[in-house]
C-alpha cells in the first residue's frame, strides 16, 4: 500500500511538472525571453542535440509543425522514445515485458549512436 502511495505521488508530481512546462512554453517564447540557453552552444558554437528544442516545443504547442521541425526535428523522434521509457519505468509491474525491453542494452546503445550521428549530421554546414 505504501509503495503504491509513492508511485502515485511520483506520477501526480511528474505530471505537475509536464502541465507546468506546458503552460510556461505556451505562454512565454524561449527565443525572445529569459529562458535558459545551451550552455553547449555558447561555449563550442555548435548545436548539441537539444538546440532548439526550446523553440520547437513553443512552435508545437502553437500548432506550428513546420517551424518545430526546423527548430529541431530530433524532437519529433526523441520525445515519443522518452515517454515510452518512462511509460515503461513507471507501469513496469504491469507491463513487464515492456520494461525488459528497454532494458536490453541495445537500447541505450541505439540512443547513444543516434545521439552521436545526429549532432554530427546537424553541424555539418
Known sequence: ??????????????AAIVVAIV???SVVDPETAWMPKCPVKMLTG???PG????RALHALLHGDLSAAWNFNPALF????I??????????????PRLYRATLHPA???TILVATVL??????MH
Open 1 to 14: 500500500m505504501k509503495k503504491e502511495l509513492s508511485r502515485a505521488v511520483v506520477v501526480a508530481t511528474v
Open 23 to 25: 503552460v510556461l512554453y
Open 46 to 48: 555548435y548545436d548539441c
Open 51 to 54: 538546440c532548439g528544442s526550446q
Open 77 to 80: 523522434v526523441s520525445a515519443p
Open 82 to 95: 522518452i515517454f515510452i521509457l518512462l511509460f515503461a519505468a513507471t507501469f513496469n509491474r504491469r507491463y
Open 107 to 109: 537500447v541505450p546503445i
Open 118 to 123: 545526429w549532432t554530427v549530421f546537424r553541424n
